[in-house]
């Protein structure tokens, strides 16, 4: 390796992960670093998020209305 020990760059990898810095998976099972890309956002994500916030407060609405006539 690199001359370090292997718990303090398990530690290290862990850390940057959490933090976002650096997208993997550590298998310490395995003793391997899966490494991915850096994820892109997804504008359509965002889109459906704001659909089902939209829908979340018109259904609110409705049963507000629905509770006051019955």
């Given amino acids: 390796m ?4 292997r718990n ?4 290290k990898l862990s850390n940057m992960i959490l933090d976002k810095t650096f997208f993997g998976v550590l298998d310490q099972g395995n003793g391997w670093l899966v490494i991915y890309d850096e994820p892109q956002r ?3 994500y965002d889109l ?3 659909v089902i916030k939209t829908m979340s ?5 409705l049963y ?3 509770s006051s006539i019955a």
Avoid: C, F, R
Avoid at 8 to 11: A, M, N, P, Q, S
Avoid at 57 to 61: A, F, R, T
């Fill in 2 to 5: 690199i001359g370090l020990p």
């Fill in 8 to 11: 303090i760059i398990e530690t």
């Fill in 42 to 44: 997804d504008e359509t």
């Fill in 48 to 50: 459906n998020l704001n």
């Fill in 57 to 61: 407060g018109v259904v609110d609405l």
């Fill in 64 to 66: 507000e209305k629905a």
